[in-house]
C-alpha cells in the first residue's frame, strides 16, 4: 500500500520515499484515527497527511514522552535543534532528516504557508514551561498554533471548491475541535503530565480546581463537580464542531468522505465520555469497534463514489492537487 500510495504521488526518489514510509508508520502507529480517516483519500494524497501528521507527532514526542528521562532543558534543547532543522529545511528545500524531508516535499508540492509550522513549534515550546490556562481566550492563543494551524496545513492537500480563504475558518475550527476533543479525552493522562488544559474559569465555575482534580485521580473517587465541568466542556466543544462543519462542503468532493468520517469518529469520542459518566479520570473513553467499522464502510463506499465522478472544482488559489494521469489511475484502481 505505501509504495502505491508513493507512486501515485509521483515520489519516485529512494531517500524521500523512506522518509515518507517513515512518517507513515508514525501515524499508523500513533494516530489511529488519523490514519483511519486518511485512508479515503485519493491515493496520491495520502503520503501527503502522514508528512504533516508524522513532523507533528515527532515534535509532540520531545515534549510529552513519559517514557524518557529527558530534562526539561534536555527536551527544550532537542525542540529548539528540531525547529532549527525545520527552519533550514524550509528555507534550502533539503533535509537529512526524514520527517523534516517529508514535510519539505509536502510543503513544496502544496504551498503551505511556512508560518504555520513556525506558529505550532512555537506552541510546542509553550507545554515546557505552561502548565495551565486561566480562561478559554488563553487556551485558544495555544491552540491556534498546537491545532488551528493543522487544519490550515491540511486544506491545500485536501483540495477546495471555493477560494482557500473562505473555507480557512472552518479548518481552523476543526482542528481546534479535535484538540478540544483529545484534552477532555486525555484529562487523566495530562495531569499525570502535570497539566490542566481544560480553562481554569470553566472549571472554578463548577467547584473544580486543580487540586479537586488531582484527588480524584489519585483516588479513582468521581466528584458530580467534575462532572458539571466536563459536561460543560463537552457542550463548548460541540460548539466549535458547530462553527467547523460548513467547511465540510467546501471541500473537494474526493476529500469530504476522509474529514467526515474524522469529523464524525471525534464527535463520537465525546458521546463515549459521556456515555462512560465522564469517568475520564480514571479511564480512556473508548467509540466501540463497531461503531468505527460502519463509519469506516460509509466513507469508503462514500470515497469511491466521489473518485468516480472526478475532482472538484480547484480553489484557484493554488495549484491543482491532482493530475490527469494520477486520477485516470485512481479511478481505475477504484473501479
Known amino acids: 500500500m505505501t509504495h502505491r500510495e508513493l507512486d501515485a504521488a509521483g515520489i519516485h526518489d529512494p531517500a524521500l520515499r523512506a522518509a515518507y514510509t517513515f512518517c507513515r508508520r508514525l501515524n499508523a502507529r500513533h494516530g489511529r484515527t488519523y490514519f483511519l480517516a486518511a485512508r479515503f483519500l485519493p491515493v496520491e494524497r495520502r503520503s501527503a497527511v502522514h508528512a504533516l501528521y ?24 532537542a525542540l529548539r535543534g ?7 529545511g524550509l528555507r534550502t528545500g533539503r533535509s537529512e532528516e526524514p520527517v523534516i524531508r517529508a514535510l519539505v516535499d509536502t510543503a513544496a508540492r502544496y504551498g503551505i504557508d511556512h508560518a504555520y509550522f513556525a506558529d505550532f513549534m512555537e506552541s510546542m515550546a509553550s507545554d515546557l514551561d505552561v502548565t495551565e490556562y486561566a480562561t478559554y481566550e488563553d487556551l485558544a492563543r495555544y491552540m491556534h498554533g498546537s491545532a488551528a494551524v493543522i487544519g490550515l496545513q491540511m486544506l491545500p492537500v485536501l483540495g477546495t471548491v471555493v477560494p482557500r480563504a473562505e473555507a480557512a475558518p472552518h479548518a481552523a475550527a476543526l482542528g481546534v475541535a479535535f484538540q478540544l476533543t483529545n484534552f477532555l479525552r486525555d484529562v487523566g493522562e495530562d495531569l499525570d503530565r502535570g497539566r490542566v488544559y481544560l480553562p481554569l474559569d470553566l472549571l472554578a465555575a463548577h467547584g473544580v480546581d486543580g487540586d479537586l482534580l488531582a484527588w480524584s485521580r489519585r483516588t479513582g473517587r468521581d466528584d458530580p463537580r467534575i462532572r458539571a465541568a466536563l459536561r460543560a466542556g463537552i457542550a463548548l466543544t460541540r460548539d466549535v464542531y458547530r462553527e467547523a462543519e460548513p467547511g465540510l462542503a467546501m471541500l473537494d468532493p474526493v476529500a469530504r468522505p476522509c474529514m467526515r468520517t474524522a469529523f464524525t469518529l471525534y464527535q463520537d469520542i465525546l458521546g463515549a465520555i459521556e456515555s462512560d459518566g465522564f469517568q475520564v479520570l480514571h479511564r480512556r473513553a473508548v467509540v466501540p469497534r463497531r461503531r468505527r467499522a460502519a463509519l469506516a464502510l460509509a466513507a469508503a463506499t462514500g470515497a469511491v463514489r466521489a473518485r468516480r465522478a472526478g475532482p472538484g472544482r480547484p480553489d484557484g488559489t493554488a495549484r491543482r492537487p491532482w493530475s490527469t494521469a494520477v486520477v485516470a489511475a485512481e479511478r481505475k484502481t477504484a473501479g
Open 82 to 88: 528540531l525547529r532549527e532543522r525545520m527552519d533550514t
Open 54 to 77: 508524522g513532523f507533528a507527532r515527532w515534535a509532540d514526542d520531545i515534549v510529552d514522552d513519559l517514557e524518557s528521562s529527558a530534562s526539561r532543558a534536555e527536551r527544550d534543547t
